[in-house]
């Protein structure tokens, strides 16, 4: 019996010896620093103080998501500053803006349960930072049943057709994604006298990467394109040598990629060690974030993909106000503020004026306020060249979507034309 | 022609991957008779302590030199575990290994988690885009390494099994623990270092493949069911059947993914597997009974 509390013992001493050699803070995606500090502001118990109007941030900060969810709280973090610092709500006597920070992890099957947890321990205006259309899926009937409005960052059609009441979305879907890269495509035809006409596609067999192929696939092929490959495969996969020498058999010239980061780092290494050089069209995800810089470096030159919002775009950086929010973030962070930053702080303020419409900080009436008001406030531009904000009956916004291209180390639109601040770098797949 | 072959190719160097992972597994089984349902996890232990040690080095020593320390743990990490876990439950019946080992996985799998974070690790490697050429086929350069080790620990492994004292001491415990006790061999011990030997295989398969493959708690869930397949098709306890069998499954999966659907690619391998278990119960490279 001693002997097997001593050998216990020796397992936990194992243990514990690797755990203060591992500091959680410091290890990330590409073994670089770790210079995200969403991990420090996760207070998954906390309820806040009853003097502050508060918003629910249940974002995956854990497994696969982890990207998305931490830019969704640093986006969040950096909105409440700014409503704070500018006096809380006014209508609410100046009351304070409070995130509430919960990891819901990247599991579907958890984030319900959380998400009940979480809306039934305090009162909150709005919630948002699940930002994958299955993490947001799962969580809805909560959100819908405890009326609190959800804003989500997907893309999926079939989640804003479900006539939830309290679903909301200020991003593009999957048809105005694909809308963005097949009118790049075409200009490329147009006016760099593109030749290449056969396009892989590959995507994650989940419900994004399902419900953004389809879409893609049609408009592709209405545009003219062949589509030679139309492949999908299960995340997290142990090897892409089998998907990438079918593209490279095929003579793919063009492939459009849906994926979750280590698939995708996956994907394009292996294309490296093949020597397989198609011009690569993102499909957001994975390749808005900076950890693609991290793990590429200067491979990023050049790589397209399209996203629903940027740090920068033409209308952002005429407005010296929403300029001021992209430089802060960059300043607070140490990287871009990326697609889904910049969606959490646009769905944040567009609360915050429905909140000052209506002088009432419950989740049914910013509701109300957010399906029967027109949005004016100066952030709108952030996600909207210079239009007003208003939501369809179903939630659903609907802008149009941004082509990207990484030029030195940070992604730039460079379609539609009205939007872009740079030039395109030709991809050298159209000057061969 | 050029292109099947090159697929062939490709399968074959996965396919050693997989071996690699599957040669730990066969000498536990062989040995003791227990499935270990947390082989897989060994494999993500390994890779996170290759991780570790890469950063606590401040990345400036290679992965591959950090092979032998991470042997020399995950050895010493074998036999606590079948001191603690596995000696209490020698002998109680076959329900009792899988439910342990099992339950070890969960446990593995939670304790990275709680360690390392949930997130996807990975090292940045020069070598995990590398590849060379023979004639027109392409050779990943990481892959190679992993397969050329593949081979060169199952030659060790039949060496040390069949050349050295204690490796046929291990065979005879594994042949008749009663007899090999008559002999003079503690069975304890030697099952004490076959498990040990196991667990070290696995993590120094973690090792090789850090440069590859980024590394998450939930890891060894992806290669183990594979390599289970790859375990039993090659005969459980058959060490040179786990190594051809892996490169079959590997083959099989590539071509089948690469000219059909890389979604049908596992479902594939299992028809395969079932139909062999129906023809060949004891696996395609097994007479019948343990061959080590």
Redesign the interface.
């Known amino acids: 019996m001693k002997r ?1 509390i001593a ?2 013992l ?2 936990c001493m ?2 514990f010896m ?2 203060a ?2 500091d ?1 803070q ?7 620093e770790d210079t995200n500090t969403a991990d420090d502001m996760q207070n998954e118990d906390s309820v806040g103080s009853s003097d502050t109007v508060k918003f629910a941030i249940v974002a995956p900060l ?3 998501s ?1 990207d998305w969810g931490n830019e969704a709280v640093n986006g969040a973090k950096l909105a409440e500053k700014f409503i704070n610092d500018a006096g809380g709500i006014q209508s609410l006597g100046g009351k304070k803006v409070e995130m509430v920070v919960t990891d819901s ?2 599991d579907t099957t958890q984030v319900a349960t959380i998400m009940e947890r979480v809306l039934t321990g305090d009162q909150y205006v709005a919630t948002m930072g699940l930002c994958t259309s299955p993490l947001a899926t799962a969580a809805m009937p909560v959100a819908e049943k405890l009326k609190v409005p959800l804003f989500m960052n997907g893309t999926s059609i079939d989640f804003m057709e479900k006539g939830y009441q309290y679903a909301f979305r200020i991003t593009p879907g999957s048809p105005e994604y694909t809308e963005a890269q097949v009118g790049l495509l075409k200009e490329f035809q147009d006016k760099y006298g593109m030749s290449a006409n056969k396009i892989g596609v590959i995507y994650e ?1 989940t419900n994004w990467g399902v419900s953004q192929s389809e879409p893609t696939k049609t408009m592709v092929e209405e545009a003219g394109f062949t589509v030679n490959v139309f ?4 995340p ?4 892409a ?3 990438v ?2 593209l490279k ?1 095929a003579g793919s010239e063009i492939v459009f990629v849906m994926s979750q ?2 698939d995708l ?2 994907i394009l ?2 294309m ?4 397989y050089d198609p011009l690569v069209i993102g499909g957001g995800g994975a390749f808005l974030f900076n950890s693609l810089y991290e ?1 590429l470096g200067e491979k990023t030159q050049g790589i397209i993909t399209v996203g629903a919002t940027n740090w920068t775009n033409a209308y952002l950086d005429a407005n010296a106000e929403c300029k001021a929010v992209v430089d802060a973030y960059e300043s607070e962070y140490g990287h871009f503020m990326n697609d889904h930053a910049v969606q959490t702080f646009v769905q944040i303020m567009l609360v915050v004026e429905a909140l000052e419409n209506t002088g009432k900080a419950d989740g049914e009436s910013v509701r109300n306020s957010l399906i029967n008001d027109t949005f004016t406030n100066v952030y709108t531009r952030m996600i909207q060249p210079g239009v007003d904000i208003k939501f369809a009956e179903n939630g659903d916004l609907l802008p149009y979507a941004l082509m990207l291209q990484w030029q030195d180390g940070k992604p730039y639109v460079i379609y539609p034309s009205d939007a872009s601040t740079k030039d395109i770098i030709i991809p050298e797949q159209l000057v061969k | 022609m050029t292109q099947l072959i090159q697929t062939i190719l490709n399968g074959v160097l996965i396919g050693g991957i997989y071996a690699l992972i599957a040669v730990g597994l066969t000498i536990i089984f062989g040995v003791l008779k227990i499935i270990n349902f947390a082989q897989g996890e060994f494999l993500m232990v390994g890779m996170y302590i290759s991780y570790t040690l890469y950063m606590l080095f401040n990345r400036s020593v290679s992965s591959y030199l950090l092979i032998i320390p991470v042997a020399v743990i995950m050895f010493l990490f074998g036999v606590l575990i079948m001191k603690l876990l596995i000696n209490p439950v020698l002998g109680k019946g076959d329900s009792a290994y899988i439910l342990l080992t099992i339950g070890l996985s969960y446990l593995l799998q939670n304790v990275a988690q709680g360690i390392w974070t949930a997130n996807f690790l990975s090292i940045n490697s020069p070598i995990k885009t590398s590849s060379f050429l023979i004639g027109d086929f392409i050779i990943p350069l990481a892959k190679f390494i992993a397969f050329c080790a593949a081979l060169a620990l199952v030659f060790l492994v039949h060496i040390f099994l069949k050349k050295l004292d204690i490796g046929r001491a291990i065979r005879a415990t594994s042949e008749s623990r009663d007899i090999a006790q008559l002999l003079g061999i503690n069975p304890k011990r030697m099952f004490t270092v076959a498990f040990a030997l196991g667990v070290m295989l696995a993590g120094t398969a973690g090792g090789l493949l850090i440069p590859v493959y980024s590394v998450y708690p939930r890891l060894g869930v992806t290669f183990s069911t594979i390599v289970f397949a790859v375990v039993v098709l090659g005969g459980l306890g058959n060490i040179k059947g786990a190594l051809f069998s892996g490169i079959l499954v590997g083959v099989v999966e590539t071509v089948v993914g690469t000219y059909w659907s890389v979604n049908l690619a596992p479902i594939v391998v299992f028809v395969l597997f079932i139909a062999v278990m129906l023809f060949k119960p004891n696996g395609l490279f097994s007479k019948g009974g343990v061959k080590l």
């Open positions: 097997k050998w216990l020796l397992i194992f243990i690797f755990a050699c591992v959680p410091t290890t990330d995606v590409s073994g670089t854990s497994g696969s982890a992890t990247s067999n492949e999908s495969y299960t997290n996969m142990s090897d040598s089998a998907l020498t079918k058999n980061p280590a780092k996956l290494n292996t490296e060690t093949v020597k793990e």
